[in-house]
């Protein structure tokens, strides 16, 4: 009786230690998403780079989407045991890939092969890189979560010089001649000498900064998370204009230039038109109806944008007419079969008429090439790149 | 839980947005206020579950003596913990109910912290569609994550540490001390287990959720303090002077025929299977004198004034 009794107060023990063990595992679980990526693609030579869900380089051809390798170590960031989550897109100069790696890495990758030319740093990480490399004048340029922006040697990958902000850097850097911008969560933006990182000049704005900046006649454009769009004098840093209208949230991605009108995306679902010179609308904002982290290309005489949940539209900038969409990215394409899960984070990036879109469930990155005057889908692969293909 | 997000969440972490602006954008110190501020707004609740609870683990001894007594009849072993917490004036559901309505806030303040913190692009991207159109909430994010000397984002082992600690003081108040050596394991086991889990999760989460552990069991400890009337077990020794005196009080008031129980002289052998009641002072069913009890808890009383002198 007394065995009995014991059994079955130990039995009531072990349930909540069981219990507590599972709300443990619960807990962690609720604890923000790991990091996926959203590295996008970039087209040169007839060949596409994109990085993949699963942390590789992937290269294919643009003509048919066809893989430039299929070495499984080819490309492969980190060990082949974690997937290395990518936020940017890959940089192309000469024979040479570059990306860089949320594992606090930048790669330079022989575009022929995928093979591993250098990585900075040799040994150990730095913090998260979330943004994508840029590559001038034999130079890589990127920022860091630690709050660092670093210049390295592009051939070799040894680090030229670093200049650091108060915090995080997560926005691509945009070089102009002998002048590199970014801006940083500390809301100011910098421009750099590329030649030994020094200070030209600082701007502070009213939020921090994650669009990438885009220069365009002297001054350089971006938005802000004050919900505000800046123009600012590229010599001086002086402000030209904030914009009058204020965006319903943050703007992320870096905008589009076309005709003297700022196309710039907003994550609430608009894209809010400014005249350059002044910063006042040209027309009303266009309504996507969906919120666009995922920067715009300019194929012609259109802004080609995409919204989180799927629908990819070609602006007409005539008219500032949207349209219907050319692809929605849920629907089944090719092999690609129907996804609801689908979605569009990365930037777009377009080449010869053709806009290439990478979207992605929670496991697969999907890539499409779409003909944005015929509003005809080229091709479409899965970034999971087996020995059939 | 689109409506769970939309609502409970995204209030929590559009106040605590608002709120790290006037903190000087220290995320820190926001988690701290938020956490007293809504454990303050929760306090009657606690005290009552608190009360509560300390009521039914005061019947406890009683409770095992009926389940002795009427060991082969289940009914009637139902309908006589009905009718002694009936009698007694406890309901069972006094310590589940308050509980159960903190719960969701606690999992709303929790989930918003993380939220918040926005480790990862994907965090940050997903925070801007729960924010709401205050002046102040977009420009302020993200916010500065170093605070005393560790960066809320990371984890930190001397934060899950404190966790761990915190918590084992917290539960530690509230353990009774028994004398059956089962339930004496079942306890130690309890008090723990929760805290090393609780440090070992806080291993690997960010620093800002184990602030959170350690700020709420920090208010845990001074709300116990002011609703038991002491330090419970922590107090060496057994009870404060305090709640033994209070006790006195209650045992002087109340016949022993209404509450239920005699109170005996702490020297008396305790029956099998009965617990000992907590703060050292003994209780037995049947038996045992009145006044020789009141003797008894002047005495621990004083033992207690001493120790704690």
Redesign the interface.
Known sequence: ?QIRR?RK??G??WL??AL??IA?VV??G???????G?SGATAADGRLFVGSLDGRLVGVNTSDGSPLWLDKEAGTLGTSESNV?I?GSPAVEGELVYLAG?NGKVYAFVSESGALRWVYPREGNLNPI?ASVVVSQGKVYFGCSDGSIYALDAATGDKLWSFETG??V?STPTADGDTLYIGS?DKKLYALNTGDGSKRWEFEA???IVSPPLVYENAVYFG????YFYAVDAASGSLRWRSEVMG???F?AKPVIYNDAIYASN?DGKVYILDAASGREVAGAVDLGN?A?SAPVLVGDKVVLATEEGNVYALDTAGYQKGLPIIDVREESGDIPKSTSRRI?APLSADNGVVYIKAQTASEGVLYAVDVARQETLWSRSLVISEGD | MEWWNAGPVALMINTLVALSSQLFGSFGLTIIILTIIIRACMYPLTAKQLRSSRAMQGLQPRVAELQKKYAKDKQKLAEEQMKLYKESGVSPAGCAVPMLIQFPIWIALYQSIIRVLAVTPEDLLGLSRLLWSWPVVYSVLPLNSQFLWFNLVSPNPGVAVLVGVTMWLSQKMVTPSVSDPQQKAQSQMMLWMMPLLFGFIAMSLPSGLALYWITSNIISMVMQYFVIGGWGSLARGGASGRELRGRIVQAEAATPEAAGADIVDSSSTPKEGVDEGEYGVKRQLRGGGHKASLKSIRRDSGKGKSHRS
């Open positions: 009786m014991n107060r130990w009531k023990v909540l230690v507590l063990i443990g807990l962690c609720c604890y923000g998403s790991q990091p996926k959203w989550a936020y949320y979330a915090t995080k997560w969560f009213g939020g921090a802000s998370f004050d919900r319903g949230k943050w992320w994550l919120p982290s984070y």
